[in-house]
């Protein structure tokens, strides 16, 4: 066995059920997620709570439903961010650097390359491709629109993974929104790597040509009939999603001093003396091939026009799998495959990252647990890495800064694990998959008058309401909707509500209607409800398989007469060729409650 291809899936603009790593690695998983509540088999959370009205039963307003509804908010946000910022922004750069690019002129290969990228991107903005453009910009656009699988790129050479371009939620049912999905998507694909290595097939005549162009278009993105554009995209990308993980435009403008050289050498070189080596890496990887002293960060550097993003928790995944170093092998060669590994010649080496594992270095007793009976520490160097995961969630900035709090809190204290990695996958979802579920309109007529339902309950977690209310306050400080200032009076009656129950005070009536009345509240706020969904979080290119986080079914939980709906988290590894989307995930977990499983 070789020691295979390394990579982890983090495109940020975006099988069993139940963590099928007992069949892929060996193990008997004892915790996948969630309790064993039992499930709610007719919808998400809102069903649930429709089904209380119904039948008279009164609300029990779980610390999940209000994570949820935070996490629907965003979603609606991010929207209108797409419509109003996002894809203006993106044609009126791609625009302009097609202006400039016909006003040079110019006949020289660097050139024709930016002007075929600048096509494939217009083309893909516009609905269709320009009289103009070339066999090689046609035969790129035909993969795009058949996104089938992984082949050569016709306009770059290197291996490009086209099923990603596959348009799906609610994209598929906005004109406008699928185009700007195909642009921004393929402006984070096309890496412009500067380091030739057999690791990654790029000679050194293509590294130099990526170099080139990587500084004429970020020259072009300065100018003043692009620039504010340009930072207007980039700049609520960064507060959203993280900051550039790759080199930025302005980096490649202070890397490539005129009259160096070598432009691949500059960029290099500025690299490694300013630490902007990638951290989280994107693309496959093989490891046999890399020459010595080579690292595996050092050639996936490289310049995209909308820079890949880094994250926290993907440098924290990152953290747990192993790289070229090897450093995560398993102590037996001959005994039976441990939990998260994949086959080399020296032995079972660790691939794939656990949810479980950010969830434990996070505050979680329940999954440290899980992390103990999968013996992980019997991986070499396991404890280094886990540090080094704890120093990545340290240094996170931007909004992601601002909901650590909210899922450590959501960690703490004994609560469920399902919590925090239901809130946690809901981020993953909104930053990496970027594709929002299609939505029904939510009547806004006055309801009749209901019988009361006594009885009502909140969840209590104090600290977490807090700090999600500090969350919310941080997006009505910087984001002009009143939604979010709807939600924070909401969650500041649930505070009020959550300090009475911890003094040992009952619930009054006006307590109890607003919480039995909270879930149409919510609904009324977010636009919708809510349904299963799955996200990729980790690739493995060895045995082309990617391990999937999914929401499944909504557990239910009872305290007293109240009834609620809790967060249950799945995990899985399926085939590339065969990983679940929304639809069929949902297909899935329907035909398993048909069956009463």
């Keep these: 066995m070789c020691r295979g291809w390394l990579s982890m899936d983090i495109n940020k603009w975006g ?3 139940l963590l099928g790593l007992a069949a892929v690695c060996g193990v008997s998983p004892a915790w996948a997620g969630s309790s064993d509540a039992q499930t709610f088999k007719k919808g998400g959370f809102y069903a649930l709570y429709a089904e209380n009205r119904q039948l008279g039963i009164p609300h029990l307003i779980t610390e999940d439903l209000l994570l949820q509804a935070y996490s629907l908010l965003r979603l609606q946000d991010l929207a209108a961010l797409e419509s109003d910022q996002l894809l203006p ?3 009126s750069t791609v625009a302009g650097l097609r202006l400039l690019l016909a006003e040079k002129n110019r006949s020289d290969a660097v050139s024709a390359k930016a002007v075929a990228y600048v096509q494939v991107l217009s083309a893909l903005l516009e609905g269709e491709a320009a009289a103009s453009a070339g066999e090689s910009v046609r035969a790129e656009l035909a993969l795009i629109e058949e996104h089938a699988s992984t082949t050569a790129s016709p306009l770059w050479g290197g291996l490009m993974d086209y099923s990603r371009f596959k348009v799906q939620g609610r994209y598929s049912h906005d004109p406008d929104l699928k185009r700007y999905f ?21 000679s050194a005549e293509q590294a130099e040509a990526n170099a080139a162009l990587a500084v004429q278009l970020s020259t072009l993105l300065a100018h003043p009939s692009v620039a504010p554009h340009y930072y207007r995209l980039t700049d609520a990308l960064r507060w959203h999603f993280g900051a550039a993980d790759d080199l930025s435009a302005a980096d490649v403008r202070v890397a490539a001093t005129p009259g160096s050289e070598s432009k691949a050498s500059a960029l290099l070189a500025y690299a490694e003396d300013s630490d902007r080596l990638p951290k989280v890496l994107a693309q496959a990887v093989n490891v046999d091939a890399l020459e010595p002293g080579v690292s595996v960060a050092a050639v996936q550097l490289g310049w995209r026009l909308l820079p890949a993003r880094w994250s926290a928790d993907a440098q924290a995944q990152q953290s747990l799998v192993f790289d070229e170093r090897d450093e995560l092998l398993w102590d037996c060669q001959d005994c039976t495959q441990p939990a998260l590994s994949s086959g080399t010649g020296r032995g079972w080496q660790k691939s794939y990252p656990s949810h479980t594992e950010l969830m434990a270095l ?22 280094q890495r886990v540090s080094a995961a704890k120093a990545a969630f340290d240094s996170a900035g931007g909004l992601a800064a601002e909901q650590l709090p909210v899922l450590r ?19 993953r979802y909104i930053a990496q998959l970027y594709q929002k579920q299609s939505s029904s309109p939510y009547s806004k007529n006055i309801n009749l008058a209901a019988a009361h339902r006594a009885g009502a309950m909140l969840s209590r977690n104090t600290a977490l309401y807090d700090a999600l209310y500090r969350l919310v306050g941080a997006h009505v400080a910087r984001e002009s909707s009143p939604l979010w200032r709807d939600f924070s009076a909401l969650l500041e009656s649930c505070r009020s509500i959550s300090v009475s129950l911890d003094r040992g005070a009952s619930l009054g009536r006006a307590d109890e209607v607003f919480l039995n009345d909270l879930d149409l509240q919510l609904l009324r706020l977010t636009g919708r409800a809510d349904a299963p969904l799955v996200v990729n979080l980790h690739r493995n290119f060895q045995e082309m398989k990617v391990m999937q986080g999914g929401l499944a079914l909504p557990r239910v939980l009872t305290e007293g007469e109240a009834r609620g709906a809790g967060f249950a988290v799945r995990e899985m590894i399926r085939p590339l ?9 949902r297909e899935h977990l329907m035909s398993k409650a048909g069956e009463g499983s």
């Design 182 to 202: 195909l642009a921004s998507r393929y402006a984070s694909s096309v890496l412009l790597a500067v380091l030739p290595s057999a690791a990654t097939g790029l």
């Design 409 to 427: 809190a959501a960690l703490a204290g004994g609560k469920a694990t399902a919590s925090g990695a239901g809130f946690w996958l809901w981020q």
């Design 577 to 585: 060729a065969d990983a679940y989307d929304n639809s069929s995930w």
């Design 15 to 17: 099988g069993a059920v």
């Design 89 to 91: 922004a993106l044609t």
């Design 362 to 383: 996070l505050g979680s007793a329940e999954a440290q647990q899980q992390v103990d009976a999968w013996q992980l520490r019997r991986f070499s160097a396991y404890g």
